[in-house]
């Protein structure tokens, strides 16, 4: 694994191999987030990136918070309870130095709890497929503030995913098994 684009560009991750069965840590690829980069920088969305404070649930190894800090996100905060991906993104934000715009929060993602500080603008969620974790989390996550009225979302899993009542959906992607749902709330000024 590795920065596909800017500032961090070639920079090599930490390995976890083939993934940690035990841990639910499955990378996104990096074919997988060259496309999904590619999506967000095209211009459908605007310039989501460019500025953003970036909130990348289920992290794991913090390779889509890293790519969005390396192309331009202001800030970004991994959440992630497992230890193994606590310890991937620790040695992930060393290796490309940036420790002065990323934080790492270790609490399950689905009882994420209140904001201390002001909401994100680009979520990246991406829960271990097929447990039904990743809309708990979305939900847990709007009630805890940490999403902003603007916000869009990307949620990653196997299947397409229904957003709440309170998010509409812009667009969904797929790549392989992987599946990626574009999401923002309802009365956001359209991205599309």
Partial sequence: ???IAGQFR???LASVGK???GAHLRPTTDRVRENLFNILM???FGDPITGARVLDLFAGTGALGLEALSRGAESVCFVDNGRKSQSLIRENIRLT???DRAKSVSRPVEKIGLCPDAPYDLIFLDPPYGKSLGQKALNAAQE???IAANALIVFEENAPQTPSSDLETLDVRKFGDTHV???QPVGRNSLG
Avoid: K
Wanted: hydrophobic fraction near 40%.
């Fill in 181 to 183: 749902t574009f999401m």
């Fill in 10 to 12: 070639g920079i090599s």
């Fill in 42 to 44: 095209g211009g459908r």
């Fill in 144 to 146: 805890g503030g940490w």
């Fill in 19 to 21: 993934g940690d069965a």
């Fill in 97 to 99: 130095r940036a420790q």
């Fill in 1 to 3: 694994m590795r920065i």
